[in-house]
């Protein structure tokens, strides 16, 4: 027998071993496929797609929104997994969520219908006596105020979820130690509640909507205010402006009321308008933002920081008074803007693409948090609300 035989012979064991093994992990690979993500080197689609404030990419999950081109630091995933659409399918399956309104916020009754968000399987309700059947409650904090009184009597069915529903500032709402561990579910304004519903938000411009044009302005800075109180933030600022710049002013806090009408009227005549917030708290961006914003003046803003700001509208479709070291040299930028068109102009560029959309108070509240809880069934506790919002 020839040397190399003899190797061929030796070695068939071991080929044969080699090639199984080989087979095996081929198969395992066909059916096995292994959790490995690369990265994306897609530039044209991840790199270069258009910045938006956080609130107007979250609503678009609640609108249910398919325009994708919309990046935020809240984690939105489109694509369900088995187990969601699964659960998915049962919601489907099931009878209509409903809300019981315990309280109606400051005795005022609203319309109890969610079909203007095209939200559809929910019922609202304020009767009573369906208590022991509905999926969630909606309590108003300011009235149950103070000591928990006006509260449920009766023991929680175990499938039902209190859900805490405040719009008022920290500074402008009673804390009440009772409310820890009371509430499953928060519905309020700041961006990291459960059920996050702020003032206003941002809405992509139908294309058929005529382009913005700017009113005609005889004012150049305006503020309309009620409550003052003489030892806040925003009226000292206030005094120290009017040193170096006329502003126009109005409400009762200057003995001025000014109805509805009036309001839209004044703003929409000013340049600039003072969008100063009575408290200085984290996502506290009102209507004094939003409301200038779609009557055509640039808000000057004073109350979280710029950055919370941009949180909620873009940078550039206001001013900040954080901005500038003193009001005298805020109120130079204004004069400033006052003489050169093309950059106050530059404050506008943002309603190419977006329009303002403010939040009806109540009724979208009570339809954001029907529509939460029947797409999450799962238990669900809030353990710390002094803490977390009072801090």
Known sequence: MSSSAGWGTFLQP???????????LLVCFMYYTP????????????????PCPKVQCANRTLTQDSNQNCTSVLHINPHL???????AAAVDTEPDTILLIWMWPFGRKYDLSCKIFNITRCQLTD????????????FHHRDFQPN????????RPWFQKWVWFNM???????????INNLF????NYRLDSNIPVPYGYLVPRPSEVESFKLPAKDKLVCWIVSNWKPQSKRVHFYNELKKHININTYGNGFGRRVSEEDYSKIVTSCKFYLSFENSVCKDYVTEKLYRPMMLGSVPVVLGTSRPNYEDHVPGESFIHVDDYSTPKELAERLLYLDQNNTEYMRYFNWRNKFEVQ???FVREHACRTCNYLKNHREYQAFHDLNKWYWG
């Open 14 to 24: 071991y080929v044969y071993r080699s090639l199984g093994v080989v087979c095996f």
């Open 35 to 50: 959790d490995i993500k690369f990265p994306s080197f897609n530039f044209h689609n991840e790199i270069f797609r258009p």
């Open 81 to 87: 997994n088995d187990t969601q659409k699964t659960q």
């Open 127 to 138: 009767d009573k006596s369906l208590y022991h059947k509905v999926h969630g409650v909606l």
């Open 148 to 155: 928990l009184s006006g509260m449920v009597k009766e023991p």
């Open 168 to 178: 008022e500032s920290p500074a402008n709402s009673r804390q009440i130690h009772e």
């Open 184 to 187: 499953n579910l928060t519905c």
């Open 358 to 360: 403010r939040t009806q």
